[in-house]
């Protein structure tokens, strides 16, 4: 079985500065790949990043990085120079071969950018 | 840029009723999934469908639940007799293989009364 954490219910953040979302995981498969949505108040879900378990160098799409640290489980999301757009729920999410390649989400952190 | 086109993007229907949810994936698109979001609540599988089969279903894809694609662009979900606990926004996901991201629709958000 795989798991995806998300301790932070909700952050607040100041505009043009930098935020971290945590995201832990569990899994026992060796190959695996970890993703981070948005989801707007809108409803939609938008495809932020993807790491794959074997990529050696952090994921970076512009603003947004994942600090991906295998050994402790972790894939942290990283959103620099936060604009008041950014204020939106955040799913980390996980893909791995033994849950069926289907996608696994954490419960999701809030996030208000305050100007 | 192509995208998973969902509709209706709000359904109301009486407790009983059937509802019919459509998508259309990304047109060179292989996998296909359901998901729901109760409101609040984390996004949770529903089902999985790869060569016009069912390759997984979560426990909450009961009889009541079904999926069709009944032409090689729409793939839809099928709920027989809706209950109030039915009351969520489904997504509908597409991929390309599973190497690669899936492609979320906008959403159908299911109202039961």
């Known amino acids: 079985a795989q798991k995806i954490t998300q301790t932070q219910p909700g952050m607040f953040v100041q505009e043009k500065e930098a935020v971290t979302l945590d995201c832990t995981y569990d899994?026992?498969?060796?190959?695996?790949?970890l993703f981070w949505y948005k989801q707007p108040s809108s409803g939609e879900m938008i495809f932020l990043i993807y790491?794959?378990?074997?990529?050696?160098q952090n994921a970076t799409e512009g603003r947004y990085s994942l600090n991906f640290q295998k050994a402790r489980k972790s894939a942290n999301l990283v959103i620099s120079a936060s604009q008041l757009g950014d204020s939106a729920m955040y799913f980390c999410?996980?893909?791995?071969?033994?849950?069926?390649?289907?996608?696994?989400f954490g419960g999701g952190t809030r996030v208000l950018v305050k100007p | 840029e192509p995208e998973v086109t969902q509709t209706p993007s709000h359904q109301v229907t009486q407790m009983g009723q059937e509802v019919i949810l459509r998508c259309v994936p990304i047109?060179?698109?292989?996998?296909f999934y359901w998901y729901r979001q109760i409101l609040g609540q984390k996004v949770e599988f529903l089902v999985s469908f790869y060569n016009n089969e069912i390759s997984e279903k979560s426990e909450i894809f009961d009889d009541q639940f079904s999926v069709e694609r009944p032409d090689g662009s729409n793939f839809t979900l099928k709920i027989r007799s809706t209950k109030l606990e039915d009351s969520a926004m489904y997504f509908c996901a597409s991929r390309v293989d599973l190497y690669t991201e899936a492609f979320f629709g906008q959403g159908t958000r299911l109202t039961v009364v």
């Open positions: 999410a996980m893909r791995g071969k033994a849950a069926g390649n289907k996608l696994t």
């Open positions: 899994t026992s498969d060796q190959s695996y790949g």
């Open positions: 790491q794959g378990s074997y990529d050696e």
């Open positions: 047109s060179n698109h292989l996998y």
